[in-house]
């Protein structure tokens, strides 16, 4: 085999392993737990750091690097309304690139704590009980499925309304009231469908509480187009009286920015190109020869 050949199928080589999943790299998780805000903060820096900055709010994408986060606080505080259940989710699908839904009811941006009369939506309107066992991250709402334990989230180029499908190098949320250790997870699939990684959230003994989940990818990792987050032993409803029932809900989400998924097409094609042109160099030195 000639070095030019060798070069060739050694790109060809290279682009087949491209369209498997599974490629090896170093995985970063980032845990936190506290009873206050602040106490999970300097994580959260370190891990968006990790996933990159800036914050690119709502600028249409592609993007080279940063990262996106949703707060669910519209703007607030002062925000004192919650929203409807809704599934699909798609409040941020433009401007974030992040869809999300629940084989429940729905998802909610619900205010925690207290409202002034003719507020609607809010987590005590479920169960009284609630406003002394949740406390939001970020002021004043919170992120919830209602009818359903179960968050399912995929990512997209943001500005194209959901219509290019696109993957991220990391995902993190923060929680409020992980009181048992195992039932709280996140599943991380890459583009193919296959699992990354089910992590657990920390719990952390108390009520209105904070725990800190997010992975990074490593170089060579694929990377992460959809996850999966599970909050508690079950949907919210209940109290808390009995200790085998854990009921949790979310706030800030945090992920990289999202990009393009590869076209496995377009891989092929290619890789079909480098190998036919290589075929066509020996061919052309086998008729030059006497």
Partial sequence: MTRTTAQLASVTLVLGLLMLPGSAGALQMFTDTGLVASDIQDTITAYLAALGN???????GPL??????????????????GTPPLTPFTTFQNTRGATFTTPGTGLTQ??????????TNALSDINPTYDDLFA?????????????????GVFSIPGTGGSVPAQVSGFGAVFSDVDLEGPTTIEYFDRFGNVIGEFTVPEIT?????????????PGEDLIARIRITTGTTALGPDESLPTVDLVVMDDFFYGEPQAVPEPATLLLLSAGLVGLGACSRSRRNRARP
Avoid at 54 to 60: F, I, V
Avoid at 110 to 119: F, Q, R, V
Avoid at 136 to 152: A, H, I, K, M
């Fill in 64 to 81: 080279a690097g940063g990262h996106r986060a949703i707060n669910w606080d519209g703007g607030g505080p002062p925000t004192v309304d």
């Fill in 206 to 218: 108390g009520n209105q509480t904070f725990s800190f989940l997010g992975i990074a990818m490593g």
């Fill in 110 to 119: 619900a205010p925690s704590g207290a409202i002034p009369p003719g507020g």
């Fill in 54 to 60: 800036p914050n690119n709010g709502n600028a249409p």
């Fill in 136 to 152: 939001f991250f970020s002021p004043n709402r919170l992120f919830t499925p209602v009818g359903s334990n179960v968050t399912d």
